[in-house]
């Protein structure tokens, strides 16, 4: 049963459209955060949520909208895509309220855009 | 702000050896730290982690790291290294307290194995 889901595993898609990344977690975390891994393998973060609620917001284009429905999900909307956007996308999770610290990570979303 | 320095981007051992990965990292106070390894096409897992106490740490997969506050340092150690270590090297920072835990990552530390 994997820990951290994401959906699609892999995307190619055309500059211009819009596209979803999907990510669940099931280890009942409060905080879920959105990475991004260059080509270069660097680790950037994006967006993170505790409890639905936005807590990190890092300088990111506005074209990229995350959603929290609830504790157990955080998706990620990237309007307009552009060359540069291609990467991957990592989700991942902790418990803040008395964790250990430990993120966990989802296997990633390849996404290409042509 | 914090931040993490890998200044090894590729390293290669033979099957065996012993091994060490290099970790610096910048923070105002004493920073919780991660080491994480990512295989082909798989996400992150953690290896080990320090908050507090003893400073040599162990982890999965046979890994340690030592943190040494007056250098700054977090590196990784394994004595005999087995070709399914070949993998990339995170190390990673955040800081102890706060509301948001965000990690910090280094740039990472390819490691080929040798036969």
């Known amino acids: 049963d994997t820990a951290v889901s994401q959906t699609p595993k892999y995307l190619v898609t055309q500059m211009g459209n819009d596209k979803s990344i999907k990510c669940e977690q099931n280890?009942?975390?409060?905080?879920m955060y959105w990475y991004k891994q260059d080509s270069k393998k660097f680790l950037k973060i994006m967006f993170s949520?505790?409890?639905?609620?936005?807590?990190i917001n890092e300088t990111v284009p506005n074209r990229f909208s995350p959603k929290s429905p609830d504790k157990a999900h955080l998706n990620l909307h990237i309007n307009s895509l552009e060359l540069g956007d291609s990467a991957v996308y990592f989700c991942a999770s902790t418990r803040l309220a008395g964790g250990t610290g430990e993120l966990f990570f989802g296997e990633g979303s390849r996404l290409t855009v042509l | 702000a914090q931040s993490v320095t890998q200044p090894d981007i590729h390293i290669t051992v033979s099957e065996g050896a012993s091994l060490e990965l290099r970790c610096n990292y910048s923070?105002?106070?004493?920073?919780?730290l991660f080491w994480y390894v990512q295989t082909p096409g798989q996400g992150l897992q953690l290896l080990l982690k320090y908050f507090s106490g003893d400073t040599l740490v162990q982890g999965i997969k046979g890994f340690e790291a030592e943190f040494k506050r007056s250098q700054s340092s977090f590196n990784l150690r394994k004595p005999s290294v087995h070709w399914s270590d070949a993998a990339e090297y995170f190390c990673?920072?955040?800081?102890?307290?706060?509301?948001?835990?965000?990690?910090?990552f280094g740039s990472g530390t390819q490691l080929t194995v040798l036969p």
């Open positions: 949520y505790n409890n639905k609620e936005l807590i």
């Open positions: 280890l009942g975390h409060d905080t």
């Open positions: 923070y105002g106070a004493t920073p919780y």
């Open positions: 990673a920072v955040a800081p102890a307290s706060g509301s948001a835990r965000q990690l910090t």
